[in-house]
């Protein structure tokens, strides 16, 4: 029979939702408080994760280019803001589509969308509704400024708390200035969003930083071509292949997603 201090310790950290936080009190993957997971709603990437996102806790969705990780971000937002709950993104340069998002079913009046520069030496890296008008800054101190403004703002956002989930688009930004980043900085984030019902989650081109709870999803998509010749091809959609490394649990296999293209 456990001691009855240890007993008003555990409820203490339930009622403050700090248990989640401790190793020692983690569920099985299998037995997770839905609660405490955010769901996609895509039963297949959903059924692979068990439930969706862990809250409270720094996730990726990592890939290259076209390999699908801003499909399953939209609908990651489209799915919370459809519950009703506020999302946020930090759009580092400044390459969110709107057109996409509405497509998505993003309901953009629950989206705080924070927007970088126009791009790493092409124009300004100050955040705001478009670039700077002074003249450009030097590739490298432009690039370094985006991305340490874009850091900033996240920590602003969780800072502020209320967002179901807070999300920062790194996915253009070089590899080895991704890199330079110091790996404090993602602990840094975890701390403030621990026993939240905040899930963080990084889109980059490669795996960056996770928490020891979170998720990583490396992503990557195939083209699907359909027609009678070399010159007469119709793109009939996207197969997304989704691989998932969890700290908890070994999840063997990949999950493919039809995407179709309009």
Known sequence: MAHPAVAVLESALRARKLD???TTTLPSWEWTDPASLLPMDVPLVDACLRGGLPRGHLSELSGPCSSGRMTLLLQLMSAATRR?????LID???RLDVASATAAGVDLDRLLWIRGGSGFGIGGSGFGPGPRAQSPEPRDQSSETAIDRAL??????LQAGGFSL???????VPPARLR???FTTWPRVQRVIEGSDTACVLLTPEPL????GGLTLSLAGRSTWAGGSDRSRLLQGVDLRVRVVSPRKRIDGDVR??????
């Open 84 to 88: 009703g709950e506020i999302v946020a």
């Open 152 to 157: 900033k703002a996240l920590n602003l956002v």
């Open 166 to 172: 807070v999300a920062i688009d790194l996915a253009d």
């Open 20 to 22: 989640r936080t401790l």
């Open 209 to 212: 930083a996770r928490s020891a």
């Open 92 to 94: 580092t340069c400044d």
């Open 180 to 182: 330079q980043i110091p």
């Open 257 to 262: 997603v039809r995407a179709v293209v309009p």
